[in-house]
């Protein structure tokens, strides 16, 4: 069994910048593509980043490339998301997910964290 670990989120004004970390623990964190993914208001819950298990191939949406970053550190079984430029339309809650492909992920989920952004 996966564990999922988020940590990072909270309040920060328009413009900001966030990083969220997915601690992972129970496997391998290298057996698995993982992603992050979000939940605003009302709305239902989007991929925002995905990241293969070696690092090789990477998925952004369209709403965040050029602002966010997907990363991974499987000596530290963690991934990481780094969030530039945040604006109000990124406040959701985010959570980290593992799965087999990249395409693929949902296998296993994190609690999700709080990121709320002010304008």
């Known amino acids: 069994q996966l564990q999922l670990v988020e940590s990072g989120g909270g309040l920060v004004q328009a413009g900001g910048s966030l990083r969220l970390s997915c601690a992972v623990s129970g496997r391998t964190l290298s057996s698995y593509a993982m992603g992050w993914f979000r939940q605003g208001p009302g709305k239902e819950r989007e991929r925002v980043a995905a990241?293969?298990?070696?690092?090789?191939?990477?998925y952004l949406a369209d709403s965040v490339k050029g602002r966010f970053t997907i990363s991974r550190d499987n000596a530290k079984n963690t991934v990481y998301l780094q969030m530039l430029g945040l604006q109000p339309e990124d406040t959701a809650v985010y959570y980290c997910?593992?799965?087999?492909?990249?395409?693929?992920?949902?296998?296993?989920w994190g609690q999700g964290t709080q990121v709320t952004v002010s304008s």
């Open positions: 990241i293969s298990r070696r690092g090789g191939s990477i």
């Open positions: 997910s593992a799965g087999a492909l990249l395409g693929a992920l949902g296998d296993y």
